[in-house]
């Protein structure tokens, strides 16, 4: 538990003192290094006392008694708010202090009349909790090292924004230290609180630049996570008043009373797809990539993002079978389906990688919406593969566009060649995202199985249509870093130390990933559903490490291993390429030709987008409105079940 706790309040306190370091220096440097290296040790040494300990693969409650720390919470939320109305009345955005009121509010008074008292543990601990302190600790860490080389160049290719590195580093630990209060909190109020903190950092990452769009972008941020929070607010009322309901492991009790519990765990599932940008609420997500590199990877990798998805893993008993579950499967399918399309016809590398981590999100969502413990392997094993790949792909694209002044796949043209080092990191990563039988491969074939169990017919049509789109996506990415041009030329490496910091070991974690996961499936995650969810379906995996796990695990290996390989062959037979054929007579250069009058063209190879067929334009509204009605239709029911019948 001490261990926990300083996970919580350390961030806090290493994101003060970066905002008394105002100026960029060695010493901020030196705090933003320590301070994630300290976070990611006491993380590692969370997990690894949890499993000595012997509660493994039990759980463990702690804090009964709280009255100090609730009134605490209190007081901070109000300055949540009172933040949150400042910035509203400053940019005009008047409904913002509706929604901001209509969740803080009632906590408050909830706190100030003793009601919402409990005298039940705060703090519960299991192996998801382990699970997700490992994904934030590391991952979270590891992106605030690369963010303090980062932020440096950003300002240098950014100098119309102003420099506020200290105030952007200090927002990027509270953003760690809130989620690491979230998934170690049991009290619905607890979980609110942290879950707000997260919801207002985004808002204020995301609108850094301070630019027209990023300030519209980061009020759409605000008030669709807020629209979230007063979920969760309904949520814990209904609970508190009604239910007699304090923690969310006592919500979880109650699934052999689905008409009393219909009701909050709806509005809990709507707060997850809020935050886990399911449509119709992925453009704040789509928005997020205005913002520099390391909040898109935070956001989108190991914290917001995952918040979401995790309260959705939790609720999963409950989802089982149940209209709440309807509405969490059928959104998260039709996310994962129609945000794969949308990332074929983009060419922004960011962009591509929010629409690919929309659609994962909608399938973890949909995982959990079936509630069946093959589904929920394939959905928990998702989420680590998830976080740490992707978090890699957003590094290194952002390191490439501080490079090169360009973040859109078309200029990556050729990387193999001008930044190897570059290439050989999106290449990992993108074999893990995408290529069988690596990481995210392995996950998606046991959904397929988990859907199967659980008869959900429209849910196997979304996962086999969307992997082939996403398939798609991947392999246009992956053709262009290996699509090489005569002469083309090596060029200078102008990724910062602190960024290859992160990169290298994520990208060692990706690999690594690929060997461990025999051994989580079958030492953590089974013993771990089998005591969480008994009787739910028959296991899909053996408790033991078989021999397919370890034909499965020598492949994956062998794979990713040849990368470095092919890499080196393709540089040294760099001289012996033959000129392409264009239309009319290659000049020699590979990139220009003389057409038939003897004029001299320059060619243009790129990848078709296919905008014409399902582009944004085309398709992205039509989807957010179905989307949106679907998700009206089903809480509209839900809550006239809940609260009248």
């Not at 996970?7 to 010493?27: C, N, Q, R, T």
């Not at 939320?77 to 400042?86: C, G, P, Y």
């Not at 069988?436 to 046991?446: I, S, T, Y």
């Not at 392999?475 to 992160?502: N, Y």
Request: charged fraction near 15%; aromatic fraction near 12%; glycine fraction near 8%.
């Amino acid at each position: 538990m001490s261990e926990l706790g300083f996970l919580i309040i350390f961030p806090f306190a290493v994101a003060v003192l970066l905002m008394l370091l105002k100026k960029d220096s060695i010493l901020r440097t030196v705090v933003v290094t320590v301070g994630a290296l300290a976070e990611m040790a006491v993380a590692v040494l969370f997990s690894l006392s949890y499993v000595i300990h012997g509660d493994f693969p039990g759980e463990s409650a702690y804090l009964t008694h709280t009255a100090s720390t609730d009134k605490v919470i209190a007081v901070c939320e109000a300055l949540l708010m009172i933040l949150v109305f400042s910035q509203a009345i400053r940019f005009r955005k008047y409904y913002i202090l509706l929604l901001s009121a209509a969740g803080t509010l009632p906590m408050l008074w909830l706190d100030l009349t003793g009601i919402g008292e409990s005298m039940k543990p705060h703090i519960r601990i299991d192996v998801l909790t382990m699970i997700m302190v490992l994904i934030v600790g590391i991952v979270g860490s590891l992106i605030c090292i690369y963010a303090v080389g980062y932020i440096r160049d950003y300002h240098v290719h950014h100098d119309d924004v102003t420099d506020r590195s200290g105030y952007f580093l200090a927002m990027l630990f509270v953003f760690l230290g809130a989620m690491m209060g979230l998934i170690g909190s049991d009290n619905l109020s607890w979980m609110y609180f942290f879950w707000e903190i997260t919801s207002v950092c985004s808002f204020l990452l995301i609108g850094y630049s301070r630019t027209g769009e990023a300030v519209t972008n980061s009020f759409r941020a605000l008030w669709m996570n807020l629209l979230g929070g007063c979920g969760f607010m309904a949520a814990i009322l209904f609970c508190v008043l009604v239910a007699n309901i304090y923690n969310l492991s006592e919500l979880l009790r109650f699934s052999e009373i689905p008409g009393l519990v219909i009701f909050p765990v709806s509005m809990l599932a709507f707060a997850a797809l809020t935050k886990s940008a399911q449509m119709p609420f992925s453009r704040w997500l789509l928005g997020a990539m205005v913002a520099p590199t390391p909040t898109s990877a935070l956001l989108h990798s190991a914290t917001m993002v995952k918040a979401g998805v995790y309260l959705l893993i939790r609720l999963s008993p409950l989802l089982h079978g149940s209209l709440p579950g309807t509405m969490v499967t059928a959104t998260g399918g039709f996310t994962f389906f129609a945000a794969s399309l949308l990332a074929i016809t983009v060419s922004d590398g960011k962009k591509v990688l929010a629409y690919s981590t929309i659609s994962n999100l909608g399938l973890i969502a949909a995982a959990a919406g079936c509630g069946v413990k093959s589904a929920m392997w394939a959905g928990i094993m998702l989420l680590i593969f998830h976080a740490v790949t992707k978090s890699v792909m957003f590094m290194a694209v952002g390191a490439y566009e501080n490079s090169t002044g360009s973040r859109d796949v078309e200029d990556m043209h050729g990387m193999i060649v001008r930044v190897p080092k570059l290439a050989f990191v999106m290449t990992v990563g993108i074999f893990g995202m995408s290529v069988v039988p690596l990481g995210m491969c392995v996950a998606k074939w046991a959904a397929l199985r988990g859907f199967i169990d659980s008869g959900n017919v429209y849910l196997i049509m979304f996962l086999c249509f969307g992997s082939a789109s996403t398939l798609f996506y991947w392999v246009k990415w992956l053709g262009k870093i290996f699509c090489v041009s005569k002469d083309s030329e090596r060029q200078e490496d102008r990724v910062r130390k602190t960024e290859w910091a992160a990169i290298y070991p994520l990208t060692i974690m990706t690999v690594a990933l690929c060997f461990l996961y025999p051994l989580i499936s079958s030492r953590i995650l089974i013993p771990y559903l089998n005591d969480w969810m008994p009787g739910h379906s028959k296991d899909v995996f053996s408790a033991s490490i078989t021999e397919g796990d370890f034909i499965i695990m020598a492949i994956m290996i062998i794979c990713i291993c040849l990368l470095p390989v092919i890499m080196v062959i393709v540089n040294r037979i760099q001289d012996r390429r033959v000129l392409s054929y264009m239309s009319g007579f290659n000049t020699g250069d590979d990139r220009s030709f003389y057409d038939s009058e003897g004029n001299r063209q320059m060619q243009h190879l790129s990848n078709w987008y296919m905008q014409d067929l399902f582009g944004e334009k085309k398709i992205l509204i039509p989807c957010l409105a179905v989307s949106a009605a679907f998700i009206i239709l089903i809480m509209s029911n839900c809550a006239i079940r809940g609260l009248f019948l």
